[in-house]
């Protein structure tokens, strides 16, 4: 499904702040790009590189400024060996890699730096004027950067944005979702609940439009441990005309950009036939179209106008999925659960019969660790995937269970299956073997143990039919109020994740 205005381009998922070992993080880089390749089409591991106001005199923070500090050495001493793997990486057309680095600060927010390409400066300027003075210096050395703000919905002065200090020069998006939690409003879902503390109302994202900042939004990571694009912790969408660098450059520089939680979601909108990220002269006679293509079934989706819900569309179950269906459906195959901090390493084979495998999405984590720890892994980069013939997946991955009732460990894989009732899905998990056929999953999800009580466990989820996590829809709305004006969408799938499109602004 796509709009006209979308005509040329496609959809591609990235991750554009995430971390290693160079800094402060986990993991080689190059353990990296390899979990990186595994499910996303861009990315940007940003290592750690500066802290201007870093709060050393207060001494409750030592060892917070140590560690930092020793991560920004790290960065300095690896700067030259980063810059070559991240060239070698790049595959135009079928993965694209750029370089980053991160600047913090108190005062004006936490930042990720991305270059267009391979080459770049580590910039330590003192203030974000002087961040913006070095990427003018750079840009006319023929080095085009982005400054983009990231988990801005801590407190300004507590590492959230500034928005009086923030400038849409080099700043096209900001980053609304990660491993912190959700930014666009105070009532938004997944909350702040890291150490860093809690979300504040003034730096969230509809604060900062509200205020009539410019400003596109993305999703990604902020993962610590050599996971970019680990599940359900962010990730962003583009709209591009190519797998290039130059075309995700374009991409986010005109701010045809969306936010996920994790899910693969498809989601196009459009006003007056300009795509997301437009700016638009006054008229009163606006007509949106949506069209999603989500990664599960779709409960909600909203257009919010000046903050507000304008208008809500429900998608209802598809009553057609009964004996007699036949179509697409997406399954979800979880893997997980059983005792916390104890390793289970799978090895799973997926097979269709009597339909064929039209879409694949793998769905892998990583270990959730930000600061030091006492030891380290041998290597950060255990799952691997790969199709073998039309209907056949394998893969491999690591659980290691779930750390609290609340937040999950798990890894899984989704397919798009073309077929109808009766056809059948053979899974062999560690050597297990289930038969579950698409009619049983259209009523139900279904789980099972490898062993027995408290050890690994798995679960395919209930088919989601195309007509359920598809949707296309128009909206007619005669705005009289003077002034600019902006649009977002925001999509909710059944499932929990989420997608929330950049805005488009109507006026002067």
Request: charged content about 20%; glycine content about 12%; hydrophobic content about 35%.
């Amino acid at each position: 499904m796509k709009l006209t205005a979308f005509n040329g381009m496609q959809p591609y998922y990235g991750d554009l702040h995430n971390h290693c070992n160079i800094g402060y993080g986990h993991g080689s880089v190059e353990d990296s790009f390899r979990n990186a390749r595994l499910q996303l089409d861009f990315v940007a591991v940003t290592v750690h590189a500066h802290w201007p106001d870093i709060p050393e005199h207060e001494a409750r923070l030592e060892k917070t400024v140590e560690y930092h500090l020793q991560g920004f050495a790290r960065t300095r001493e690896e700067w030259e060996h980063f810059q070559q793997v991240v060239e070698a990486q790049n595959d135009s057309g079928n993965f694209v890699t750029f370089l980053g680095f991160e600047w913090h600060s108190m005062e004006y927010g936490d930042h990720h730096i991305l270059f267009n390409g391979s080459q770049g400066e580590v910039l330590r300027a003192p203030t974000l004027e002087g961040m913006r003075s070095e990427l003018r210096r750079l840009y006319q050395q023929g080095v085009e950067g982005m400054l983009i703000p990231h988990h801005i919905g801590y407190k300004t002065g507590y590492r959230g944005i500034n928005w009086g200090t923030f400038d849409p020069e080099f700043s096209p998006v900001v980053e609304i979702m990660s491993m912190h939690g959700a930014s666009e409003s105070d009532r938004t879902g997944y909350p702040f609940l890291h150490t860093m503390g809690p979300r504040d109302g003034r730096s969230t994202y509809q604060y900062g439009l509200s205020q009539g900042m410019i400003a596109g939004v993305i999703g990604s990571t902020d993962h610590h441990s050599a996971h970019p694009g680990s599940y359900g912790h962010g990730r962003a969408g583009v709209w591009a005309t190519s797998l290039t660098r130059d075309g995700i450059w374009e991409a986010l520089k005109a701010r045809r950009t969306y936010a996920l939680t994790g899910d693969r979601i498809a989601l196009a909108y459009s006003l007056n036939g300009q795509p997301m990220g437009g700016l638009l002269k006054q008229t009163v006679e606006r007509q949106v179209d949506i069209a999603v293509e989500a990664g599960d079934a779709i409960d909600v989706v909203e257009l919010i106008y000046n903050n507000r819900v304008l208008q809500r569309w429900s998608i209802p179950e598809d009553e057609t999925a009964g004996a007699g269906w036949q179509g697409r459906c997406k399954v979800y195959l979880e893997l997980g659960w059983g005792e916390k901090n104890e390793n289970a390493d799978w090895d799973v084979e997926l097979k269709i019969s009597g339909g064929t495998v039209a879409g694949i999405e793998p769905r892998f984590r990583g270990h959730d660790i930000v600061a030091p720890q006492a030891g380290e892994e041998a290597s950060y980069s255990f799952s691997q995937w790969e199709q073998k013939g039309e209907n056949v997946v394998a893969f491999k991955t690591r659980t290691w269970g779930n750390p609290t009732t609340t937040t999950a460990n798990t890894q899984g894989m989704s397919l798009e299956i073309e077929g109808d009732a009766n056809t059948q899905l053979y899974a062999r998990l560690n050597g297990k073997e289930e038969v579950v056929s698409l009619g049983e999953l259209l009523q139900c999800a279904r789980s099972g143990y490898l062993s027995g009580l408290l050890t690994p466990a798995y679960r395919f989820s209930r088919a989601a039919t195309q007509a359920e996590y598809t949707w296309q829809g128009s909206y007619a709305h005669q705005a009289l109020e003077a002034g600019r004006s902006w649009y977002y969408v925001r999509v909710r799938q059944k499932n929990g994740q989420m997608a929330w499109s950049s805005p488009i602004w109507v006026g002067e």
